[in-house]
């Protein structure tokens, strides 16, 4: 469909009565998703290397009974079992999946682009989805351009176009430029996906959705593969060196098998069984779920997670690299004071004026919170605003300044440095004396002047002085982050007073220096200064680019915020970059791994907090999952090497594994935080999984061991039948697997965090109890070779399973684990 076949230019934009009609008939500005099937996400359950594993022992098993001359019914009916088990729980991965995939979605629909446009005669901002042709969109420094379109008016505008065309270089645009044929020749054109480096601009839409240069692009591209996360490839190291040491064993059973002569069949059953104990079937499923609840949660929290792997690097994160502006402080400016190089009331209205009309936002709220506050200010005094003809110098981070023309003056406003710098020496003595009072208050400032027509040097005329308070909640934010061992640094383009007055209200310390002291500085003078300088004022895009290299180099994990295009390589350099939701670009946005949504400190913090708990909980799970399945391969391969029989059959194991892996692992990512979690140093990234586990994990796998083996001892001496040894020996696994998840919660004996605190473990253990006592006392355990036991047979295996839990939790405290609510670390940084 052409969208636009006549340019049709309405600077009040579109009337707000014509956007239903225009939506039937253009559709939304978005391009076309590739979603997978549903049928491909069940089938994904199967790929690893784990089911594959099960997959071929039960193919081996069925074929060797065939071979034997066996009618074949018993391997059948196993494998038939088997097979349903498996479908079983990669439907529950799926659902899992299914669940994440959601949550992705609606995270993706509240960090979606908004676009400021002009619609009924009104600036009002919008999600970039809704633009509609002839729509009139405003662009700024920042931007990024969301449709095509024909500009109508610029101001030393300059666009980023690689996307499209591949040139670094921006493109400088102009509303009466001429058009070539290539698009990178196209000058008063812009284009969706394409970023604004400077100036702004207003252009009409011409083209949306997959009618855009971009959406073309994007229709001949059939899927975009997203990279693994680091816990993804860890779980699959994982996964892959279970296989390899389950093949090992299996290979080591049936040679002891063909050396002490028993039957293939037996010798066949009996590597099924081991394959089947040692793999954790739903560990692939239970860890997506984990992290699809933490993105969450922490979606709660105003903190949306772009790419899973940050949830873990902010369980390492141990230096936070900070804006102040809007981060630290309200970002919710307030002219307090001003001062006149000449004081008088014609100086006085020429100040607001300037204030005012150098500024491009918009009352009441579109636009930056400093410019907005101007707009105040001259609005309660009763200042006319003057409209912009030209903006000859428009604000960067690098100029520190913008000037506008306005008939036959222009005027000056910006750091006040830099605007005493331009204009004559004549106040320069009495200006700085008075910032420097400002600054000591913490006070925000800025330098405005004016240049004549016949003037070549511009005239000072004045300083305003903005407050802009801390946030509730941050200052004890920061005492909590240095309580974890995270030191905060401030970051800051305003002046080394403003910036050391809110530094120190807060509680950050140390010394501060100026963005001029960074660039005369080596990387090697610079890495020893960052060791106990924490407030960097008037810094350049580079100034923190050099700091975050120098934190990296001394082994720091730093977490980098940034709203600007010019911080986004800092944010994409950063272990953990953290973006403005309100305040930031699209492109700074996009540079991020996490987005705050409300631009306070204290939801990094609350970020930082919930990244621990979330890895926390994967390492509980995943432990549960291997001190369990190898506690059952433990007890097999004893079995066999002592010439008992054979304790499980392989439909036993994969209903073991299906009543104690899924739920119970499941519930446990649920887990409440460890109330020390924030008193404890950041975790070292490289650190194994099993890192301060190990001798616990040995002690738990024991005792999933000797449990049931005791019970199989004592069954086999009483000269039952071996369906009875196996359905005592079986049952006893499972209770004592669902206990071990309860032990597995928390380092803390559960008399001290309380044993009912988890209430999704309650409902995930009591599951997998009922559907065993219905596999016991209905025909089902005809088909598993098991029979129903006494309540006199449950009392011994509930004497026993409980015997051993108590005891795990009393050996409890023989670890060195803190009492709840006391710091056991000091802070790592002074």
Known sequence: MEQSSSLIINRRGLPLDSITERRSKYGWNELPEKKRSLLWLFARQFQNTLVYILIGALVLSVS??????????????????????????????????????????????????????????????IPSRELLPDDMVILDTGDRVTAD????????????????????????????????????????RVFAGTIVTRGSGEYVVTAIGTQTEIGKVALLV????????????????????????????????????????????????????????????????????????????????????????????????????????GTITENRMKVRHTWLAEDNEHEAHLLGQIASS????????????????????????????????????????????????????????????????LCSQSQHKAAQKQMRTMASQGLRILGCAVLDENQTIPRFVGLIAMEDPPRTGVQQAIAEAAHAGIRTIMITGDNIDTATAIAHEVGITGGGM???????????????????????????????????????????????????????????????????????????????????????????????????????????????????????????????????????????????????????????????????????????????????????????VAFAFLVPFTIFEYELSLGVNIEHVRTMTFTTAIIFELFLAFTTRSPYPLWQIGFFTNRWLLGAVAVPLLLHMVLLYTPLHIIFGLEPISAAEWGIVLGITLSGFLALEVIKLLYAVPQLNQPDHAPVHA
Not at 285 to 297: E, P, S
Request: with cysteine.
């Open 149 to 188: 379109g024909q500009l109508i008016t610029s101001s030393h505008l300059e666009i980023n176009e690689s996307s499209l065309t591949g040139e670094s270089e921006p493109v400088h645009k102009a509303a009466d430029a001429r058009n070539g044929i290539a698009l990178s020749e196209q000058k008063s």
């Open 64 to 125: 060797l009974r065939l071979l034997e001359g066996s009618s074949g019914t018993d391997g059948v009916v196993d494998a038939v079992v088997i097979l349903a088990i498996l479908v079983l729980n990669a439907l529950l991965g799926f659902l899992q999946e299914y669940k994440a995939e959601e949550a992705i979605a609606a995270l993706r629909e509240l960090t979606s682009p908004q676009t400021r446009v002009q619609r009924g005669g009104q600036e009002m901002m």
């Open 514 to 700: 100026e963005g001029k002291d960074v660039d005369a500085m080596s990387p090697t003078e610079l890495e020893n200064t960052v060791r106990t300088t924490s407030i960097f004022a008037r810094v350049s895009p580079t100034n923190k680019i050099a700091i975050l290299e120098a934190l990296k180099r001394q082994g720091e994990i730093v977490s980098m915020t940034g709203d600007g295009v010019n911080d986004a390589p800092a944010l994409k350099s950063a272990h953990a970059g953290i973006a403005m939701g309100k305040a930031g670009t699209q492109v700074a946005k996009e540079a991020a791994s996490i987005i705050l949504a409300d631009d306070s400190f204290s939801t990094i913090v609350s970020a930082i907090r919930e990244g621990r708990r979330i890895y926390d909980n994967i390492r509980k799970f995943v432990l549960y999952l291997l001190r369990a399945n190898f506690g059952e391969l433990l007890f097999i391969t004893t079995s066999l090497a002592i010439g008992l029989p054979v304790p499980y059959l392989p439909i036993h194991i994969l209903w073991i594994n299906l009543m104690t892996d899924g739920l119970p692992a499941l519930a446990l990512a649920t887990e409440a935080e460890d109330p020390n979690i924030m008193n404890r140093p950041p975790r070292n990234p490289q650190e194994h999984m099993f890192t301060g586990e190990w001798s616990r994990f040995l002690l738990y």
């Open 358 to 421: 150098s500024n491009r936002a918009e009352l009441p709220n579109i636009g930056d919170p400093t410019e907005i506050g101007l707009l105040e200010y001259a609005a309660d005094n009763h200042i006319d605003r003057l409209p912009i003809e030209d903006e000859e110098v428009p604000f960067s981070s690098e100029e520190k300044y913008m000037q506008t023309r306005h008939g036959e003056r222009s005027f000056l406003k910006g750091a006040p440095e830099k605007i005493l710098m």
């Open 222 to 325: 059939a899927s975009t593969k997203l990279p693994e996360t680091p816990l993804a490839l860890r779980m699959k190291r994982l996964s892959n060196s279970i296989g390899l040491i389950v093949l090992a064993l299996c290979a080591l059973v049936i040679m002891i098998g063909f050396y002490r002569h028993m039957p293939v069949i037996s010798i066949v059953l009996l590597a099924v069984s081991m394959a089947v104990s040692a793999v954790p079937e739903g560990l692939p499923a239970v860890v997506t779920a984990g992290l699809a609840m933490g993105v969450r949660r922490m979606a709660a929290k105003n903190a949306l997670v772009r790419r899973l792997d940050a949830l873990e690097t902010l369980g390492s994160v141990t230096v936070i690299c900070s804006d102040k502006t």
